[in-house]
Every structure is written in structure tokens, then in C-alpha cells.
């Protein structure tokens, strides 16, 4: 099993460019989320979707959207990106309840 | 006001000590305790949930004080492969997990 699987590795965005990272999980998690970590802070939550078709908003929603196209994927979307979304993101994803969180390898984000 | 506080360390300790490091949360309706390890550049993975009773894996003990909301970790007997951050999580509902900024801990030989 490849667990939780990020894509891409590394990306750099000019401001105003979009993009769109993907995650992948083949550990039949119900649940999946974004998160993204900044340097002396923990690990913020962007958005989540609890099962196959729903997605809410999490601690720091803005500038981003996601789409849970499948059981097994879950994008965000950068639709403008700015500076201040240069970050490292993070997927995880969730069995059910009381479960524990796996993340993927996370995604490393500069916008210049 | 931060949900986890922790002390970001650096906690530089010699091979075999005894460290522990402590978080505090701040919603006392918060349901599930977890420490996670992280490592230069990596993704966190989980290193041990913390029950009411406190619970032991090998070498590491965790605990949890529901009345002053805090969880602590102790590590005993510290190795070179402890190197790392340890990040506090708290789940406050189904889906809301709160991290800490994490305690970087130093092993030196």
C-alpha cells in the first residue's frame, strides 16, 4: 500500500498563479484533510471532508478551495496565490471515529 | 489564545537521560489526546494516543490531567534516533485536531 501520496513534491508559484495539489489514499480513510505548517507553528487545518461528497471549512479557509472527487482524493486549490500561502501543506486522512490521523509527505509551496 | 501551548525547546539532552515535556490545551471539552513525532522535513507521525489512566509503549509514558489540561510525555533512556519534535495534538470534535508548535528535542552522543 502507498498509504497517503502527495503531489507535487515542490512547487513555485509567481503571485496570481493557481494551482492545484492533489492527494491520494489507498487506506480507505472516510475521512481526509489540508493542512498547512509555518515555521513556529503548529499545523493549521485548511479544510476537511468527513466522507465521500462533503467538505467544510477549517481554521484558515481563505484563499484556498478543495474538491473530494472520490472515497480516495482530495485537491486544494490555489486560485490567486500569494506570498503569504508559501507554506508546507499536508494531507492526512482518517478511518473513523476515535481514529488517529496518517498524513502524506506533504507538499513544499513558494510564491513569489 | 493558542488550543496547545508547548514549549518549543530546544531540549538538548545526553544519551540515556530521562526528558519530559509537557502542553497545555485550552478546551476542556476536548476528547482525544495524541503526541506525534515529526522529523526534519517530514510528516508527522502518530507516536502514541494518551488515555485518562496515563499508558506505556516501551520506553515513553504518557500522561493526561483532565482537571488542569495538560498531557506530558516522558522519554526514558533517551537514544540518538529520539531526535526530533514532538508535536501535542488534542481532537476537539470528529474532525477538529489541534497542533501544538511543537518541542524539538536534541540527543547528543
Known amino acids: 500500500n502507498a498509504g497517503v501520496t502527495q503531489t507535487p513534491k515542490f512547487q513555485v508559484l509567481k503571485t496570481g498563479q493557481s494551482m492545484t495539489l492533489q492527494c491520494a489514499q489507498d487506506m480507505n480513510h472516510n475521512s481526509m484533510y489540508w493542512y498547512r505548517q509555518d515555521p513556529g507553528m503548529g499545523l493549521r487545518l485548511i479544510y476537511y471532508s468527513a466522507s465521500e461528497g462533503t467538505t467544510d471549512k477549517g481554521e484558515v479557509p481563505n484563499g484556498y478551495n478543495v474538491s473530494r472527487l472520490n472515497k480516495r482524493e482530495f485537491s486544494l486549490r490555489l486560485e490567486s496565490a500569494a506570498p503569504s500561502q508559501t507554506s508546507v501543506y499536508f494531507c492526512?486522512?482518517?478511518?473513523?471515529?476515535?481514529?488517529?490521523?496518517?498524513f502524506g509527505p506533504g507538499t513544499r509551496l513558494l510564491v513569489l | 489564545r493558542k488550543e496547545v501551548e508547548q514549549d518549543p525547546g530546544p531540549f538538548n539532552v545526553p544519551e540515556g537521560a530521562t526528558v519530559a515535556f509537557n502542553c497545555t490545551y485550552s478546551?476542556?471539552?476536548?476528547?482525544?489526546f495524541f503526541w506525534y513525532r515529526q522529523d526534519c522535513r517530514k510528516e508527522p507521525k502518530l507516536l502514541m494516543s494518551?488515555?485518562?489512566s496515563g499508558n506505556e509503549d516501551g520506553r515513553f509514558t504518557a500522561q493526561l490531567n483532565r482537571a488542569s489540561q495538560y498531557i506530558s510525555l516522558l522519554i526514558r533512556d533517551s537514544k540518538l534516533s529520539d531526535s526530533a519534535t514532538y508535536l501535542c495534538v488534542v481532537r476537539y470534535n470528529f474532525n477538529k485536531f489541534y497542533f501544538g508548535s511543537g518541542t524539538k528535542l536534541n540527543v547528543k552522543p
Open positions: 494518551v488515555y485518562s
Open positions: 478546551n476542556s471539552a476536548s476528547q482525544s
Open positions: 492526512a486522512g482518517k478511518r473513523g471515529a476515535g481514529e488517529t490521523q496518517y
